[in-house]
């Protein structure tokens, strides 16, 4: 399984299984291939999430401009 992240815009905020998802996180997918982590993310936020990346697309600098970091989806991860 590869790792996506998911980020969202200034108004999506979600709550999913107890943990909070909004502007101020990045939501980690895990799944097969980027098709499989989009379809993940509309299963669980609909419309109302903002891009998915890749890993190797994560970078402190990128990271910086969420200050709650990196929150697990937990959903499908096997």
């Known amino acids: 399984?590869?790792?996506f992240y998911v980020t969202f815009g200034q108004v999506h905020a979600h709550r999913v299984n107890g943990k909070?998802?909004?502007?101020?996180?990045v939501a980690e997918i895990k799944a097969t291939d980027e098709n499989s982590a989009r379809d993940k993310a509309f299963l669980c936020f609909g419309n109302k999430w903002h891009q998915?990346?890749?890993?190797?697309?994560?970078?402190?600098?990128?990271?910086?401009?969420f200050p709650r970091g990196i929150i697990p989806l937990g959903i499908g991860d096997n």
């Open 1 to 3: 399984m590869k790792k």
């Open 52 to 65: 998915c990346e890749p890993e190797e697309k994560m970078t402190e600098d990128f990271l910086s401009y």
């Open 20 to 25: 909070t998802f909004d502007k101020d996180s």
